[in-house]
């Protein structure tokens, strides 16, 4: 997180119930929120790669992390691109991340089926209405994200999001895309973090 959570949770004075983390990766944010008082019971994990998935629940049994791939739709078969840091892996191709960090490469290619937030949170009974904050870094679909759990967003107070401000991926969405979107359910961005030589960063959003 470009803007650490202890930060915010100073600054604006956060009232977290619970956390919502759609792109785990491995969990690196796990002790950053366990500092601030959010216990391991109310933080629910997703992560589009299995072996990842498998890791941290070898290494940490008191986890909820669930493997899916978050977009739009439901049961579409996509190309999901592997990169060498794992972190960079996304369902869009490069755009300009090619150039900003060209020791960054896309090494494997795998079939996968998507899944919509919403269906995640039904398929696994994840207590939607105990958590009010979510982060995601999903490597320009956060805002498909958003919209796979668009009935769920009455109840979230905070949204954390690795945002775009150019092309990072092909087709990703923009930070004014997702400015525009959370507007409509009284999201306001409060807090940005953007590395203009890179053309993304970190928002934090606030419902007022």
Not at 84 to 107: A, C, D, R, T, W
Not at 183 to 189: E, I, K, L, Y
Request: charged share 20%; aromatic share 10%.
């Amino acid at each position: 997180m470009l803007i650490p959570i202890h930060v915010l949770n100073n600054h604006f004075k956060l009232n977290i119930n619970g956390i919502l983390h759609i792109g785990a990766h491995e969990c690196e944010e796990l002790q950053d929120y366990n500092n601030i008082g959010i216990t391991n019971n109310n933080i629910y994990w997703i992560e589009a790669m299995k072996n990842k998935v498998d890791l941290i629940k070898n290494n940490k049994k008191d986890v909820n992390i669930y493997n899916a791939v978050i977009d739009i739709e439901d049961n579409k078969e996509i190309v999901f691109n592997i990169t060498n840091n794992g972190q960079s892996s996304s369902i869009l191709e490069f755009g300009s991340h090619s150039v900003h960090h060209p020791h960054v490469k896309m090494i494997e290619k795998q079939v996968m089926n998507t899944s919509r937030m919403d269906s995640i949170i039904d398929k696994y009974n994840i207590p939607i209405h105990n958590i009010n904050f979510i982060n995601l870094d999903i490597q320009g679909v956060e805002l498909r994200a958003l919209k796979s759990m668009e009935k769920y967003l009455k109840n979230i107070q905070y949204i954390y999001t690795e945002v775009n401000t150019e092309e990072v991926y092909k087709n990703c969405n923009l930070m004014s895309e997702i400015d525009e979107y959370l507007s409509n359910f009284g999201f306001t961005r409060v807090a940005t973090k953007i590395l203009e030589q890179y053309g993304w960063g970190d928002a934090f959003y606030m419902k007022q």
